[in-house]
């Protein structure tokens, strides 16, 4: 128990630290064509620490979209508007404040969280039990996972089809309108 | 001696939220400090993809395996259901992340700049002109 746990924490600790070091590389760079690339290197390792942690199906939907679909977008945009940021004006430390004045409020409040992985959490012990002995007899899909979001939670499921749908219609208003008024330049065709 | 260990026991077991807590914080530090659209959209998604790795990681049992059932009757599987919730979340993080980068896309088209600094001088010279035509009608 005490020596997996320990091999499970070492792998963490590393892919954590590949994770921070790509999140400041992007906080600090200003090339954004650079930024984009290690956004899709973050996204890929989170998606092997998702693995790590049992979550195989959000790790290959995090994998296909966060690695994938979110890099292109990112690149098609890129080519639209430019590769170079500019040096902000302001000084960094406000934010800096803030977001340490947030992280310390954050810790603080994990104090009181149940330990990692332990098996009588309370997140583990009415909801979790029920699906998983029930899939079985009242589905008979072997990936639960796959039963409660199609089956038990179908209409969750549908109201993201409705989200997505809605946004795409969005987007499509948003860069397809520009094309017809030739005022407003022909770039969101492109 | 047993203080130390129990210590440590709780460093062990509660590291992993405080990691997501500065990975967390370092996405809302590129959204807030940072002027450029595309990049506060980045960070958007760093802080995003944190929070999913906090859910997950409840779910998390030691000594399990994923939520797919086998035929061992002793296994242990992991929570399936932030692994439900999070799957819906990524679908719509993606959409919200595609209509903001449409936004960034007309913004450069009107305004010819997505730095911010730039973006509020010109709001405020179009105020300005807006202000001095509609005194002058009158």
């Known amino acids: ?190 | 001696m047993s203080e130390l260990v129990l210590d440590l026991e709780f460093i062990v077991g509660h590291y992993n939220y405080w990691m997501f807590v500065i990975l967390m914080m370092t996405g809302l530090y590129v959204t807030v400090s940072r002027g450029n659209l595309v990049k506060k959209i980045v960070g958007l998604n760093i802080f995003q993809t944190s929070v999913f790795m906090l859910y997950i990681s409840m779910g998390k049992i030691i000594g399990g395996t994923a939520p797919i059932l086998i035929d061992d009757p002793d296994a242990v599987y992991s929570n399936p259901l932030p692994h439900v919730l999070i799957l819906t979340a990524i679908v719509v993080g993606i959409a919200t992340t595609a209509l903001g980068l449409a936004l960034v896309v007309r913004i450069r088209e009107t305004y010819g700049t997505i730095e911010e600094d730039e973006l509020l001088v010109l709001e405020h010279e179009m105020e300005f002109a807006e202000a001095v035509q509609g005194g002058g009608s009158r």
Request: proline share 4%.
């Open chain 1, 1 to 190: 128990m005490t020596a997996s746990l320990i091999g499970i924490a070492v792998i963490d600790i590393l892919l954590f630290t590949f994770l921070v070091i790509t999140a400041i590389a992007i906080a600090r760079l200003r090339n954004l064509f650079a930024v984009v690339m290690l956004a899709g290197v973050f996204s890929l390792l989170s998606a092997a620490l998702l693995a790590t942690l049992d979550a195989v199906d959000v790790a290959f939907t995090e994998a296909a979209v966060g690695a994938g679909i979110s890099t292109v977008l990112l690149l098609g945009t890129l080519a639209l508007t430019g590769r170079e940021e500019k040096k902000p004006r302001h000084s960094p430390f406000l934010p800096l404040l803030v977001c340490l004045v947030t992280g310390a409020a954050l810790i603080y409040g994990t104090l009181d969280m149940p330990s990692f992985g332990a098996a009588n959490n309370p997140a583990q012990e009415h909801l979790a039990r029920e699906y998983l002995e029930r899939t079985p007899v009242e589905t008979g899909v072997p990936n639960v996972v796959t039963a409660i979001l199609a089956s038990y939670r179908g209409f969750d499921t549908l109201g993201e089809v409705l989200v997505v749908f809605t946004a795409a219609i969005a987007v499509l208003l948003l860069l397809g309108a520009s094309g017809k008024r030739p005022s407003a330049g022909r770039r969101g065709e492109e």
